[in-house]
């Protein structure tokens, strides 16, 4: 009979889905519909118990077996002890125009806009010299990725469009291409600004948090009123414009919105197509612990994303279909080895710059102790390079509980400055957001399944 190990068992994820049961090799991506004795049957060997000669589970090692021989189960990961990660070539980088916002909202990571530091703007010409040190070290790369950010970049538009106009020259002299995105609050996005925008092929993230009272109780001007009602109005006219569809709306929930499927509900009926929802992170006794999400919540939040990919399947299957960032996978040509291993590249392929011209991992590290890397006058220092190469190692095989992770080539190890917030280490992932990427994954697997099989 054939013998199956746990550490064959560590190959494989099977979990249940609205019409059955699914079944993920792990390292080959593969994925394949099985029923339920399947499911029980691994459940079985999975929690040690023994399979008898003769019986319907032994059949179905029979079958494993088969699936085994044919390439499509228990393949063995190529890459583990052996990868090394791509050499630190400049690739994009985040402009933070802006240490400044005309809103409050209580769960900015960057305190309001400031990031824990006095307001600024940047400068056109610290600007510009960060779009010359892109093209100077971004190798044989030719598209390069430029967000401009803050804070909120729109306080700063002047300096932007001069910063696109800039870029633009200056890609000709290299050969290379800049892909220029902003992320805005919308309360100054003005039907000027939208239709410069489109002119210049801009993609734009636009934050909004859903239904009325959600948004208008996080996303605040400083007097404490909600933004709800102007947001709104500046979407929708931007959205009128948008014939690209090189725009997404983006929302945060916390603990006040764990039916966060209704928020999107919302959106749907103003007419917001391409959508995005993310948790908000935040320390438990923090500030705003009254808003943190917390792992008592996990299963309610597990129905959640269930419950939103019903309604995503449902209007796909009416023919009303819409887009939800954390539902975008595709099983047949997924990313790239060192983007599915190293995530983001935070540190070493990606910089954010803030308005006085110095670097750092990524904007959530802006005005953390320790993670300045250099600046634009004196370059990346030797103790930003240490910090860079720390960044560039901290792949999946070196994260142990990523190593021991089904999604580990799908979440790319997490964000690292969630990381560094809740454990002071890089390679300690959060795991309150590992359960929820897993949760999204599962979900975002079935409907790719379903895509298929249509």
Not at 140 to 162: H, Q, T, Y
Not at 185 to 191: A, F, Q, R, S, Y
Not at 234 to 250: D, E, H, P, T, Y
Not at 341 to 366: I, K, M, R, S
Request: hydrophobic share 35%; with cysteine; proline share 4%.
């Amino acid at each position: 009979m054939e013998q199956i190990t746990a550490a064959d068992l560590a190959k494989l994820h099977w979990f249940a889905v609205p019409d059955g049961f699914l079944l993920l090799d792990i390292n080959s991506g593969s994925v394949l519909r099985i029923d339920e004795a399947t499911a029980a049957c691994l459940d079985k060997l999975q929690n040690g118990e023994a399979v008898a000669e003769g019986s319907a589970e032994a059949e179905i090692l029979a079958e494993l077996a088969q699936l085994r021989a044919d390439g499509l189960l228990f393949t063995e990961d190529a890459y583990q002890d052996k990868y090394q990660p791509p050499a630190p070539v400049l690739k994009s980088l985040c402009l933070n125009v802006s240490h400044d916002c005309d809103l409050r909202c209580r769960y900015c990571f960057a305190s309001t806009g400031s990031f824990g530091g006095k307001r600024a703007r940047m400068s056109f010409e610290v600007g510009a010299a960060a779009l010359d040190y892109l093209l100077e070290h971004s190798g044989s790369r030719k598209f390069l990725e430029v967000d401009f950010f803050g804070g909120e970049p729109l306080l700063n538009i002047d300096v932007v469009k001069r910063l696109v106009a800039y870029g633009r020259k200056r890609e000709k002299y290299f050969g290379k291409t800049l892909r220029f995105t902003f992320t805005t609050n919308c309360v100054g996005l003005t039907p000027e600004i939208s239709a410069w925008a489109e002119e210049n092929n801009i993609s734009v993230v636009l934050s909004h948090d859903g239904r009325p009272e959600m948004h208008d109780r996080q996303r605040v001007f400083p007097n404490g009123k909600g933004s709800y009602e102007i947001v709104t109005e500046r979407i929708k006219q931007f959205l009128a414009q948008n014939s690209r569809g090189n725009a997404i709306v983006r929302g945060t929930y916390t603990a006040f919105n764990k039916d966060f499927t209704e928020d999107i509900k919302h959106w749907l009926d103003l007419g917001f197509p391409r959508l995005s929802m993310e948790p908000a992170v935040e320390l438990p006794d923090g500030p705003g612990s009254e808003r943190c999400l917390r792992e008592e919540d996990l299963p309610a939040l597990r129905q959640e994303y269930w419950r939103l990919a019903d309604l995503f399947q449902q209007r796909r299957e009416e023919g009303r279909p819409f887009e939800f960032f954390h539902f975008k996978l595709d099983l047949r040509h997924g990313p790239c080895l060192p983007k599915r291993l190293t995530g983001c590249g935070a540190g070493y392929e990606y910089l954010v710059v803030t308005p006085e011209g110095d670097f750092y991992p990524c904007h959530q590290f802006v005005g953390r102790e320790g993670f300045r890397l250099g600046s634009l006058s004196e370059g990346i220092t030797e103790a930003g390079r240490e910090l860079g190469e720390q960044f560039r190692q901290a792949h999946v095989y070196n994260k142990p509980k990523c190593r021991a992770c089904w999604a580990r080539f799908f979440c790319s190890g997490g964000c690292h400055a969630n990381a560094e917030l809740f454990h002071h280490d890089i390679l300690q992932p959060y795991e309150l957001g590992c359960s929820i990427s897993q949760m999204r994954l599962e979900c975002a697997i079935w409907l790719a399944v379903k895509e298929v099989e249509a």
